[in-house]
T-cell receptor, first 114, second 115 residues
Framework: DQQVKQNSPSLSVQEGRISILNCDYT??????FLWYKKYPAEGPTFLIS?????DKNEDGRFTVFLNKSAKHLSLHIVPSQPGDSAVYFC?????????????FGTGTRLKVLA | GAGVSQSPSNKVTEKGKDVELRCDPI?????LYWYRQRLGQGLEFLIY????????KSGLPSDRFSAERTGESVSTLTIQRTQQEDSAVYLC?????????????FGPGTRLTVL
């Protein structure tokens, strides 16, 4: 049972345009959401997060939107740059016995074309 | 070092052999996680250590998998009698403390290939 889903395995965007990566979840107990970015042969690096008490969090070119009623979050990158080309994972966490383990989606490979 | 380190970076083994993977967390981080990523899939939680508490082993796929951590230092993940389905990148992450919003920081992973 995939609790966190990223239905688009890949996305190509022209440099300077907006990249929108989507993520859906099924577990209503999730209260914290994150986006990680992964380059080949490296571990995932934290990008941005959002708590369930908010519906938007912005950090520079990156904005995460959370729609709790739809159980949907999205990551907007604007303007997109070639260095943003990577695999992006969304992750969700719940206060489950204090473990705070992350449940990850399968990732979306973003390619920003120069 | 400043980040999470893992060794070896790559491991090729024959089916049936045991392997041991190592993780050095960020100094001072009390929480440590092991995940694995199979080809084309997301990261899959394996096990969680928090200080001296009993570990959360709920993600371990079989009794061939085990992990240890001494205090708040190094952790080792051991896979006994490896199978081809164990081939994956094994990632370790550490987190500062017990607050839900503390970020997990990942190491570069160990790519395990079972022939």
């Amino acid at each position: 049972d995939q609790q966190v889903k990223q239905n688009s395995p890949s996305l190509s965007v022209q440099e300077g345009r907006i990249s929108i990566l989507n993520c859906d979840y099924t577990n209503s107990m999730f209260d914290y959401f994150l986006w990680y970015k992964k380059y080949p042969a490296e571990g995932p690096t934290f990008l941005i997060s959002i708590s369930s008490i908010k519906d938007k969090n912005e950090d520079g070119r990156f904005t995460v939107f959370l729609n709790k009623s739809a159980k949907h979050l999205s990551l907007h990158i604007v303007p997109s740059q070639p260095g943003d080309s990577a695999v992006y994972f969304c992750a969700a966490s719940a206060k489950d016995s204090g473990t705070y383990k992350y449940i990850f989606g399968t990732g979306t490979r973003l390619k920003v074309l120069a | 070092g400043a980040g999470v380190s893992q060794s070896p970076s790559n491991k090729v083994t024959e089916k049936g052999k045991d392997v041991e993977l190592r993780c050095d967390p960020i100094s001072g981080h009390t929480a440590l996680y092991w995940y694995r990523q199979r080809l084309g899939q997301g990261l899959e939680f394996l096990i969680y250590f928090q200080g001296n508490s009993a570990p959360d082993k709920s993600g371990l796929p079989s009794d061939r998998f085990s992990a240890e951590r001494t205090g708040e230092s190094v952790s080792t993940l051991t896979i006994q009698r490896t199978q081809q389905e164990d081939s994956a990148v094994y990632l370790c992450a550490s987190r500062k403390g017990g607050v839900s919003t503390d970020t997990q920081y990942f190491g570069p992973g160990t790519r395990l290939t079972v022939l």
